[in-house]
């Protein structure tokens, strides 16, 4: 549904110039209207020439090495969070990137540590882990102002990355965001649960 929106969007919005565009009148505004209201001053983007993004890796000397495809373009660039153990390749990501490349946007798509290509064992992640990643992938890849748009619970760590990098997030966009999903799912755990080393914590290592 999330993926058929977004070519929605891409379709609807009529880009006459390389400048202020149309945007769609009313409640619902999605990443095409947002990026539609920007005024900007490079020439327009041919489809034949896009770009193609190929595997990097992001080396961090104390954390796992993160796997990650970033497309070159315009500010403000878009850096797609993925869901629960949910892979940069997936269909939300590969559509952002599509749409992201047909605007001429820069685009940044990743795997946490311990999931697809990324360096890291599964069973010992973290949301504070992986919060790190998000982060990482924020101070240290993404050119200027950016972005965010999180899928699942990467909406939950888009909102805490948002908060932790202010200087650098322009703007979010959540795809089926669950945060008040894994608030209510860490209330319900039992006092014993809750307390372990590797609970549901925003702050662990």
């Given amino acids: 549904m999330a993926v058929a929106r977004l070519a929605a969007v891409a379709a609807w919005v009529p880009y006459r110039s390389w400048g202020w565009a149309a ?7 999605g990443l095409g209207a947002l990026l539609a209201l920007i005024p900007q001053r490079a020439p327009r983007w041919l489809p034949a020439c896009r770009q193609k993004t190929s595997l990097s890796f992001l080396n961090r000397p104390d954390l796992p090495n993160l796997a990650y495809k970033k497309l070159k373009g315009k500010s403000p660039g878009i850096i797609f969070i993925p869901g629960y153990l949910s892979y940069m390749n997936g269909t ?3 559509a952002i990137e599509e749409f992201c490349k047909s605007l001429g946007h820069a685009c940044i798509r990743f795997d946490y540590s311990g999931v697809g290509s990324s360096d890291g064992n599964s069973e010992e992640s973290t949301l504070g882990k992986w919060r790190k990643d998000v982060l990482s992938i924020i101070d240290d890849l993404a050119d200027g102002p950016q ?4 899928s699942s619970l990467g909406g939950w760590l888009m909102l805490h990355a948002a908060i932790a990098r202010p200087e650098k997030v322009v703007a979010l966009i959540g795809v089926a965001t669950a945060a008040d999903t894994l608030v209510t799912k860490f209330n319900q755990l039992p006092v014993e649960e809750s307390g372990r080393k590797n ?3 925003l702050h662990s290592a």
């Fill in 23 to 29: 945007a769609p009148v009313g409640p619902h505004r």
């Fill in 199 to 201: 609970c549901i914590s």
């Fill in 92 to 94: 939300k990501a590969l």
């Fill in 147 to 150: 972005i965010l748009v999180g």
